[in-house]
T-cell receptor, first 113, second 112 residues
Framework: GNSVTQMEGPVTLSEEAFLTINCTYTATGYPSLFWYVQYPGEGLQLLLKATKADDKGSNKGFEATYRKETTSFHLEKGSVQVSDSAVYFCALSDGTSYGKLTFGQGTILTVHP | DADVTQTPRNRITKTGKRIMLECSQTKGHDRMYWYRQDPGLGLRLIYYSFDVKDINKGEISDGYSVSRQAQAKFSLSLESAIPNQTALYFC???????????FGPGTRLTVL
């Protein structure tokens, strides 16, 4: 079956630090990959996505590249802000069950001034 | 106005009680989903519906049932609530042409 594994958290950084949150996956077919973000007290919002190998998704200074050879989709940001404090979820939707998402366990990010 | 709404936002109930969580959407999507979120486990799919007449079990459907009353409404019921159903519940929608899902704000359910 499909699965998504994220790096264990929580992650605590100082403002302007570099962020990496690792995500690896197993899936059948040719999955689409996503990063969702959940701010305190809110539902999940799509942060970025990539639908095929070597695609790079980007949004709000965050980036992730779909690496088929390493089955990875790591999230990066060059300079985090306090407002980036949230829970980040990696997820996939495979080609055989279009519309169904499989989520990683989530990584809590806290950014201090 | 929010595209995906959930009611109630918070609910405390007792073991053995029946409870219904409601979800409404104005996005015009055919596909709707119910997830539960537990710390350290991410989101797990309970039920999903690809149209009004199509309802499917997800990975953790035991103890839950759903009703798709209309394209815009998808309700989740706990027939006899138990404490390990204490969790944050999310409704989501998607268009059939895209895997991207849009989430409601969540319902925090506590079963005592």
């Amino acid at each position: 079956g499909n699965s998504v594994t994220q790096m264990e958290g929580p992650v605590t950084l100082s403002e302007e630090a570099f962020l990496t949150i690792n995500c690896t996956y197993t899936a059948t077919g040719y999955p689409s990959l996503f990063w969702y973000v959940q701010y305190p007290g809110e539902g999940l919002q799509l942060l970025l996505k990539a639908t095929k190998a070597d695609d790079k998704g980007s949004n709000k200074g965050f980036e992730a590249t779909y690496r088929k050879e390493t089955t990875s989709f790591h999230l990066e940001k060059g300079s985090v802000q306090v407002s980036d404090s949230a829970v980040y979820f990696c997820a996939l939707s495979d080609g055989t069950s279009y519309g169904k998402l499989t989520f990683g366990q989530g990584t809590i990010l806290t950014v201090h001034p | 106005d929010a595209d995906v709404t959930q009611t109630p936002r918070n609910r405390i109930t007792k073991t053995g009680k029946r409870i219904m969580l409601e979800c409404s959407q104005t996005k015009g999507h055919d596909r709707m989903y119910w997830y539960r979120q537990d710390p350290g486990l991410g989101l797990r799919l309970i039920y999903y519906s690809f149209d009004v007449k199509d309802i499917n079990k997800g990975e953790i459907s035991d103890g839950y049932s759903v009703s798709r009353q209309a394209q815009a409404k998808f309700s989740l019921s706990l027939e006899s609530a138990i404490p390990n159903q204490t969790a944050l519940y999310f409704c989501a929608t998607s268009d059939e042409d895209s895997p991207e899902q849009f989430f409601g704000p969540g319902t925090r359910l506590t079963v005592l």
